[in-house]
Nanobody
Framework: QVQLVESGGGLVQAGGSLRLSCAAS????????MGWFRQTPGNERDFVAD????????YYADSVKGRFTISRDNAKNTVYLQMNSLKPEDTAVYYC?????????????????WGQGTQVTVSS
């Protein structure tokens, strides 16, 4: 059984930083393209960033470009989201997701496996 477990969320002041981690267990992680998404109450899950299985390509939502960085360590079966210059509008539950495909994707419905989410709250 494959599982994704996020960690690293919390409360931070505007302008601060957090690093989210997503640890995978079970099925081979190295061949999974990974994505980070976020969701606020009453809204759909929005794309934040993704990274291909080999880490060679990364993609970002315009709203986080230049502030967030996605990376992965396949030896540790972990993907990271470094979030800098945080803004109150970044407040959300952040989810990591996996798909066993060579290409990354911005569409949540193309990811079959999800973590439980971690809350990020940015105060003004």
């Amino acid at each position: 059984q494959v599982q994704l477990v996020e960690s690293g969320g919390g409360l931070v002041q505007a302008g601060g930083s957090l690093r989210l981690s997503c640890a995978a267990s079970g099925r081979t992680f190295s061949y999974a393209s990974m994505g980070w998404f976020r969701q606020t109450p009453g809204n759909e899950r929005d794309f934040v960033a993704d990274i291909t299985w080999n880490g060679r390509s990364t993609y970002y939502a315009d709203s986080v470009k230049g502030r967030f960085t996605i990376s992965r360590d396949n030896a540790k079966n972990t993907v990271y989201l470094q979030m800098n210059s945080l803004k109150p509008e970044d407040t959300a539950v952040y989810y990591c997701a996996a798909r066993w495909a060579y290409s990354a994707s911005r569409a949540p419905n193309t990811y079959p496996l999800w973590g439980q989410g971690t809350q990020v709250t940015v105060s003004s």
